[in-house]
């Protein structure tokens, strides 16, 4: 049993950046893909970023501006954003899954990102 728990959420004017971060317990943390999602209220949740063996992931609209990177020794998973844009206001989840079949088992319980514009 793996468990996640992210940090770094807050309230940011646009253009600005923030960096999430997110510790793993539980379980061996290089064995995992890892992922960022969000929510959005109203809005389905998506994926953000994966790491997933040593490929990365991103969403379209975050593309340039958001990078996942992860310190295997801290067992924790990082997603740095930069030039941070109202939309991307949502709940953001850190978890983690299978690197085989890329579904993700394991979900922290969420930190508030707010852009202000």
């Known amino acids: 049993q793996v468990q996640l728990v992210e940090s770094g959420g807050g309230l940011v004017q646009a253009g600005g950046s923030l960096r999430l971060s997110c510790a793993a317990s539980?379980?061996?943390?290089?064995?995992?893909?890892m992922g960022w999602f969000r929510q959005a209220p109203g809005k389905e949740r998506e994926v953000v970023a994966a790491h997933r063996w040593s490929s990365t992931y991103y969403t379209d609209s975050v593309k340039g501006r958001f990078t996942i990177s992860r310190d295997n020794a801290k067992n924790t998973v990082y997603l740095q954003m930069n030039s941070l844009k109202p939309e991307d206001t949502a709940v953001y989840y850190c978890?983690?899954?299978?690197?085989?079949?890329?579904?993700?088992?394991?979900w922290g319980q969420g930190t508030q990102v707010t852009v202000s514009s």
């Open positions: 978890a983690a899954g299978s690197r085989v079949t890329n579904k993700y088992e394991y």
């Open positions: 539980g379980g061996t943390f290089s064995n995992y893909a």
